[in-house]
């Protein structure tokens, strides 16, 4: 599958499938919509080796590769997960990377690998509405 590198905004935007309208997270989602139609999988970076995944064809075959893969002693896990996610033949499916930045006691990131449907975008959400904090009234009337 293609690998489409991405550092979308957890304030502003959003994954959206327009095949399903389907929204696979978005600033006001807690956590991921993993009912979605669109999602079949996600990896995330802390946790590697136990993903979330929907699909039984990919789901045995990632465990069939974590088998031959735990016993292996020269381990790169990002290299192994990427890897697989590039081998694994479906057209239908593409992979974002994202990697999101915030800030805790520090600058922090995490990155997750999410297989969806090959039209899924990553766009500004569209009820995303930026602070009015400091605008003038013509500003905010625009």
Sequence with gaps: MKIIQSSPKMDTDRMYCPSTDEVIFAPDYEEINENAEAFIAYWHGEVLDQPSITDEKLKA?????????????????????????????????????????????????????????????????????ESEEGLTEEEINR
């Design 61 to 129: 075959a990632w465990e069939e590769y974590f088998k031959k893969w735990k016993v292996s002693e020269d381990i790169d896990i990002w290299n192994s997960v990427e890897k697989f996610l590039i081998d694994y033949e479906n057209p239908s499916w593409i992979v974002y990377e994202c990697t999101f930045n915030g800030m805790a006691c520090g600058p922090i990131s995490t990155t997750v690998y999410y297989v969806i449907k090959a039209d899924t975008v990553i766009e500004e959400d569209p009820n995303y509405k």
